[in-house]
């Protein structure tokens, strides 16, 4: 696919008019708080993004580097990487690292370049046994990080040369349940951290033991951020996705978030009156009365969509390719509980999915092509049914604004105020876990 690059985009003045023509350079007009103006309002005052941020290679530039190089990104399933000798290869922003665990079971992440002369030590996954070795002069690594061997290096010894000093530079990498995370940026907080209550507010399904049914990838002709965006709110459902809207009522929605960087709504309950289609398979052993009839659907900052029903998990990963391309991992994982299924099994499931995906593509490929066509100043937020996007448009505004990362404002949770609920009335089966969650939303 051949892909075009976006050029003489509008600037943008920090209350949202449109500019004449020109790109917007370096990182720090956005590092600017009063470019987020709109963003920073209460959430009956804000406004969505400027186009610019969907469009503008200069923003997408700057922001490979101040949010994804500053936040954990996910970067494949935990199962990927569950023996030694396996080594993934992944992009983080503009930066590529190696992921592999090491004989002892140590998961490790590295900077995907040699300590020698900088040569990229692995270009795809691949089966490396006890040892990472470079290409070009074949220094050799274990599993750990450690430079092993350095051939004829010692023909003519350097003075004060150890190999101790020279193994390959560690990055962060960590799993949450089913997902395999990565940090290039020492300063940012903790992955527990990072993800705040969620690993507790999901607990009971043990995504730890879910196993990977089936993937696929697509490639989207929009920005990142209008496909999570797509994916956090439900004020399209009813036109967007009338099949979806049968079993996934916008009456039955409801928040769906504590304090952590993700945004998140519950459809309790689920339902199978008109189709069933989500329900066929047998629910995972061992649910709660609150999970085992709902469907959670959880966005993780900044790259991750959890679609989790009582009976299979569809999960979207996302990796921006340019300001209008972005490539979805989309991987089907089943309970421990749940039997061998064939293809055959599957497809029922996996076709409906399938077509309200495509019914996304279609819609956010559309308002890729409205923000790069038309570059209007940007509406307000539906509070009820936008306000995941005033969470999330802030967690943006703090990965590009803050100085360092480590004072990346991890946003609060929602309280069990008729105002946290914003109309939705209350949830017949509330989630077990959020009777404790008493923190202020954001």
């Not at 140590?106 to 692995?122: K, P």
């Not at 008109?274 to 900044?302: E, I, K, M, Y």
């Not at 599957?346 to 019914?359: K, L």
């Amino acid at each position: 696919m051949k892909i075009e690059p976006v050029h003489h985009e509008p600037a943008v003045h920090a209350d949202g008019r449109v500019q004449g023509d020109g790109r917007l350079q370096g990182v720090g007009r956005w590092a600017d708080e009063s470019v987020w103006a709109g963003t920073r309002a209460p959430l009956a005052e804000s406004t969505g993004l400027p186009p610019q941020m969907y469009t503008d290679e200069g923003f997408f530039a700057a922001e490979r580097s101040r949010l994804f190089e500053r936040s954990w990104v996910a970067v494949g399933n935990a199962a990927e990487v569950a023996v030694p000798g396996r080594l993934l290869v992944r992009r983080v922003g503009g930066r590529s690292i190696i992921i592999t665990r090491d004989q002892t079971g140590v998961l490790r992440g590295f900077v995907n370049s040699c300590r020698h002369r900088g040569t990229e030590l692995a270009a795809t996954d691949c089966e490396v046994g006890n040892t990472i070795r470079c290409p070009y002069h074949r220094w050799g690594y274990g599993l750990d990080g450690s430079l092993q061997s350095t051939p004829f290096f010692e023909e003519i010894p350097r003075d004060g040369f150890d190999r101790g000093d020279f193994g390959l530079v560690e990055v962060r990498v960590d799993t949450w349940g089913l997902l395999l995370f990565a940090c290039v940026d020492a300063a940012t907080p903790p992955l527990r951290e990072w993800l705040g209550d969620l690993p507790d507010r999901m607990g009971g399904y043990g995504f730890e033991h879910w196993r990977v049914q089936s993937e696929a990838t697509f490639e989207v002709r929009a920005n990142w951020k209008l496909i999570t965006e797509n994916f956090q709110e439900y004020y399209h459902l009813s036109w967007v996705h009338p099949e979806l809207a049968k079993v996934s009522r916008v009456a039955d929605h409801y928040r769906y978030q504590g304090p952590g960087m993700y945004c998140g709504q519950t459809t309790t309950p689920v339902s199978g009156d008109d189709r069933d289609d989500w329900l066929v398979l047998p629910p995972a052993a061992g649910l709660n009365q609150s999970d085992l009839v709902s469907g959670r659907f959880v966005a993780v900052f900044p790259n991750v969509m959890l679609a989790v029903l009582p009976n299979h998990v569809f999960l979207i990963r996302l990796e921006p390719v340019a300001p209008g391309l972005t490539r979805e991992r989309c991987t089907f994982l089943l309970p421990p509980s749940t039997p061998e299924v064939s293809d055959e099994d599957m497809a029922q499931t996996r076709s409906f999915w399938f077509d309200v995906n495509n019914e996304d593509i279609d819609i956010v490929e559309r308002g890729q092509r409205g923000v790069a066509a038309g570059a209007v100043v940007p509406g307000p937020l539906a509070p009820r049914f936008e306000e995941p996007l005033h969470r999330f448009h802030n967690m943006v505004a703090d990965t590009m604004t803050c100085d360092c990362p480590s004072d990346i404002a991890i946003p609060g949770g929602d309280d069990d105020s008729e105002a946290a609920r914003l109309g939705s009335g209350l949830n017949p089966c509330p989630p077990e876990f959020d009777l404790d969650i008493r923190v202020s939303a954001r």
